[in-house]
């Protein structure tokens, strides 16, 4: 077994919505939304607290946020802003530990096992570093504490907002047990039915199954579900994550059903993959097409690939491939995304064969 | 009526033979495919096989008891055929699609297939054929027909070769031109014919399989008579007839790559030191790419590769280079392919940089163009 290693997880209080708030005083107190137009079709970014209470919450379209609270103000997102304290939240980690592993912008790992204070206490590090978001930006962020990524991750949510909760190794398990299983790392909508059907609840129920139980049902993840609700999680915290996808998706603004449409807009999404595709010179083996249709049930179809897909001709070639695994051209779309995964560097496939630099035939 | 003829053993197998590429096609859906249709005419069999892209029918001298057609599987047929013992073979028709052949003392009692599911053969004019001599569409194939992108390898439809005309100061050509989207092969032929009565479109896509089976038709014969129209390449001789159905798609401009080749930095080397040095160096490279390094300096060339579970292996050629000196990685088979298609003495390769096209010609191969991309290393 490894050394106990401590790990914080830092999760900024309704981040976009908070600074909102802070930088315009008139927002305080009141339900803030954070998102497109209440009566157009976006979706709520982020949303106050306050707008909370009515039921409102993130990623839920905006015409049912006005529904449930039409006193909210909604605001557009200012995500240059947002990026801004972000860095200055992040510069406060850095004072810490360099291994700091973000994963949006309001949301970060840290691993304080050795850390630049010398500080032996996980907990107090916590409170220390969200005192000093607090002082230095007015914002609130909670804390989750413990051993490993996944159990500081289900802690931070505990005691939100602004509030720290430490796991230790004697608590994980007990915690867990409670712990519904929609809650666990890895486990999405489509898991957590499966999980149910199963009779799997919580992380009781699901510690209830062998290893081998839970890879034949869940295939490579399952393996993972065993190890976490015993609460191993070996995953280190990574500063220099990689992108692990690059993608892009568009929601209309009234649902298209016409095929003609749907072509033209996934070619524009895939010409604008490949673009960022050859910005990063990277190539990527798994293509994903993801189709929300009007009733917002939402797919996703995957094809993973040998040769590498490097430009919007690839992408439309293999999507060509999974379009007739959707109910496209049948079922009204609100939402289409395409994205690329698997990324690697170009630089990675040496020796690479060139291809002849055709002007109007993007070969590889 | 009831099928009931006499055949030449060595008639009916060359027949059959030059039928087999085609009703022998793997992962064909379609049973009756695989067969070959039998019908009578005059004193001969017509000997009829499709894929769907290619048909093939072909005219064998026979002694006809009693007309009639069937279908029997290609394969199966060809190799009694070839078996058999006897000069001569008897085929006639039982019942119920059923055949029973003789061959000397030899008896086979073979399964058909009715005739009416058999795919009609393509229609096609009688007028607008053109006579060419053979060599000329051979030479056109062979310098190209190893550069064609194999269908799995592309997205595109460089799985066929681009034909083209082109009337040059008033000196007709006939164009062949293939690429798998690493390499570009362009052969063009002199011809002593008004191309002007040559109607082709400005794409024309003669599939892989259409090339191989065009070359076939072409081998042992001294001139053929072609008739393109909108969807289909006819080729005939006498009674023989091939129908190529061609490919629909695009073709890159693959003219704007020959000429962003600057001619300047080139290398002079003997073509077949070269070709057997390059067979001695890959036997050293990797599976996939054959990646082979090549130093380039004034009087010689320095030929390296090396296989992370064999080992590595060095030649060296002297070359006449007159520029700085380079390395370039390349894919060996390439230029094997290339050189081996060449038939002069010493070929010029211009290398301008590691990362640029490469482009091979001489003189004494007149008409002929290969450019080939280098490898990064």
Request: net charge negative.
């Amino acid at each position: 077994m490894e050394s106990v290693r401590k790990i914080i997880h830092i999760d900024m209080d309704a981040f976009f919505a908070s600074v909102e708030q802070r930088d315009n005083p008139q927002l305080k107190g009141k339900p803030v939304i954070v998102g497109g137009n209440p009566k157009g079709r976006g979706v709520v970014a982020a949303c106050s607290y306050e707008a909370r209470r009515y039921g409102v919450r993130s990623a839920m379209p905006c015409s049912k946020a006005y529904r449930l609270c039409p006193a909210a103000v909604f605001v557009r997102p200012r995500l240059d802003r947002y990026r801004e304290v972000s860095l200055e939240i992040m510069s406060i980690f850095q004072q810490y530990t360099d291994l700091i592993e973000p994963l949006s912008l309001d949301e970060a790992f840290l691993d304080v096992t050795e850390n630049k204070k010398q500080n032996p206490s996980a907990s107090r590090l916590a409170h220390e570093i969200c005192r000093r978001i607090f002082e230095q930006t007015a914002l609130t962020a909670s804390a989750g504490v413990s051993g490993n990524k996944f159990l500081a991750k289900v802690s931070s949510d505990i005691n939100k907002p602004n509030g720290i909760t430490i796991i230790t190794p004697e608590q994980a398990e007990p915690f867990l047990d409670k712990l519904p299983v929609g809650k666990f790392f890895g486990v999405g909508k489509v898991t957590e039915q499966k999980m149910n059907q199963l009779g799997i609840k919580n992380g009781l129920h699901l510690r209830q199954f062998s290893r081998e139980d839970l890879a034949f049902h869940f295939g490579k993840s399952g393996s993972f579900f065993y190890d976490i609700v015993r609460g191993i999680d070996n995953r280190p915290v990574e500063p220099s994550r990689e992108r692990k996808s690059i993608g892009n998706e568009t929601t209309f603004q009234e649902d298209i059903i016409e095929m003609e449409m749907i072509n033209s807009v996934l070619e524009s999404l895939a010409r604008r993959v490949g673009a960022t595709l050859s910005r990063k010179e990277c190539y990527g083996l798994t293509l994903t097409l993801k189709v929300r249709y009007f009733d917002f049930s939402t797919i996703t179809r995957s094809i993973t690939v040998q040769t590498p897909i490097r430009t919007g001709e690839h992408i439309m070639h293999y999507l060509a491939r999974l379009l007739p695994e959707t109910e496209i051209g049948r079922k009204s779309v609100r939402l289409l995304g395409l994205s690329v995964s698997k990324l690697y560097m170009l630089e990675e496939m040496l020796p690479y064969q060139l291809p002849l630099p055709f002007p109007d035939f993007d070969l590889y | 009526m009831a099928l009931k003829c006499a055949v030449s053993k060595n008639d009916l197998m060359e027949g059959l033979n030059n039928l087999q590429n085609i009703t022998n096609k793997r992962g064909t859906t379609l049973a009756i495919l695989s067969n070959v249709l039998i019908t009578t005419s005059g004193s001969a069999l017509i000997l009829t096989g499709t894929d769907l892209e290619v048909g093939l029918k072909l005219s064998v001298p026979a002694e006809i008891y009693e007309e009639g057609t069937i279908t029997l599987p290609s394969k199966k047929l060809f190799e009694i055929v070839r078996e058999s013992g006897s000069d001569v073979v008897n085929i006639e028709e039982t019942d119920n699609s059923w055949v029973g052949i003789t061959a000397g003392k030899s008896k086979y009692n073979l399964a058909g297939m009715s005739s009416d599911e058999f795919p009609e053969f393509p229609e096609y004019d009688e007028e607008g054929f053109n006579r060419f001599e053979s060599f000329i569409f051979l030479e056109l194939i062979d310098k190209v027909i190893f550069s064609i992108a194999n269908e799995q390898e592309n997205v595109y439809s460089l799985t066929a070769v681009l034909f083209e005309k082109e009337k040059r100061d008033g000196v007709n050509y006939l164009k062949m031109i293939s690429s798998d989207g690493h390499r570009l092969s362009i052969m063009e032929k002199e011809v002593a014919f008004d191309i002007d009565q040559l109607q082709i479109s400005d794409i024309t896509l003669i599939p892989k399989k259409g090339i191989q089976e065009l070359k076939k038709f072409c081998e042992g014969r001294d001139a053929i008579e072609i008739s393109f129209e909108e969807k289909q390449l006819i080729i005939r001789d006498h009674d023989s007839v091939m129908v190529i159905r061609l490919k629909k798609g695009e073709f890159p401009r693959y003219q704007a790559i020959v000429d962003a080749v600057a001619l300047e930095n080139c290398v002079k080397i003997n073509r077949i030191p070269f070709l057997e040095s390059l067979k001695r160096i890959n036997l050293f490279t990797e599976d996939i790419f054959h990646t082979i390094q090549l130093q380039i300096e004034n009087d010689r060339m320095i030929l390296s590769s090396q296989n992370a579970d064999i080992g590595d292996a060095k030649d060296e050629q002297s070359i006449s280079y007159p520029g700085e000196p380079m390395v370039v990685g390349f894919n060996c088979r390439y230029f094997i392919e290339t050189l081996q298609v060449m038939e002069c003495e010493t070929v010029e390769a211009y290398i301008n940089s590691n990362s640029s096209p490469c482009l091979m010609k001489a003189k004494e191969d007149q008409g002929f163009i290969s450019i080939i991309m280098p490898m990064q290393l």
